[in-house]
């Protein structure tokens, strides 16, 4: 096969050559370019996993230190004073209608997860149709929120403005020992 197209290479005019051969040329560019972008992602997937796998090792080996500042900072905690989803959820509401805001309500229920005798509850709040009169009511739910720390959280706040009235969408979590 080879030899076929040597023969039928030698047999074309010089023009034709020229032809063939910048085809092949374009088409080793083509690839080479394909080539090195592929190496190139390769190179950055195995540079973010040796990164990776350095903090996990990292962490690791300072597995003893994280437990000890965990057991350490679960015993500073009132296990009576750690809420359950329920009470989340409630004393959630109760603050805000504190504060005076309305047209509040909680998306669904709080999800928890749970890892040995902790728990933490996460609840999507959200308050709609917030005007320039309820940012002093809004401030006083926000203090009220935080004076609640380390018990209850805020995880995410985000304040969204359609021109004259704001939409506050919060999830908050709190953390339960069990007894």
């Not at 195995?46 to 350095?54: E, N, P």
Request: hydrophobic content about 45%.
């Amino acid at each position: 096969m080879i030899r076929t197209l040597r023969a039928f290479f030698l047999r074309c005019l010089l023009r034709e050559k020229i032809l063939l051969l910048v085809f092949v040329l374009i088409a080793v560019l083509l690839w080479l370019s394909s080539f090195s972008a592929r190496a190139g992602r390769f190179w950055a997937q195995q540079r973010a996993t040796t990164s990776s796998l350095h903090q996990q090792n990292q962490l690791l080996a300072q597995h003893d230190a994280i437990e000890a500042a965990a057991q350490k900072a679960a015993a500073l905690l009132d296990p009576t004073k750690t809420r359950n989803g329920n009470r989340l959820v409630a004393e959630v509401q109760q603050l805000a209608n504190d504060a005076g805001l309305h047209n509040f309500q909680s998306n669904g229920a709080p999800t928890t997860k749970t890892s040995g005798q902790v728990s933490i509850h996460t609840l999507d709040f959200q308050i709609s149709r917030i005007t320039a009169a309820d940012w002093p009511a809004l401030n006083n739910f926000y203090l009220a929120l935080s004076a609640r720390s380390p018990y209850i959280g805020i995880v995410k706040f985000a304040l969204n403005s359609n021109g004259v009235q704001h939409t506050l969408a919060l999830t908050v979590s709190s953390v339960e020992i069990a007894h």
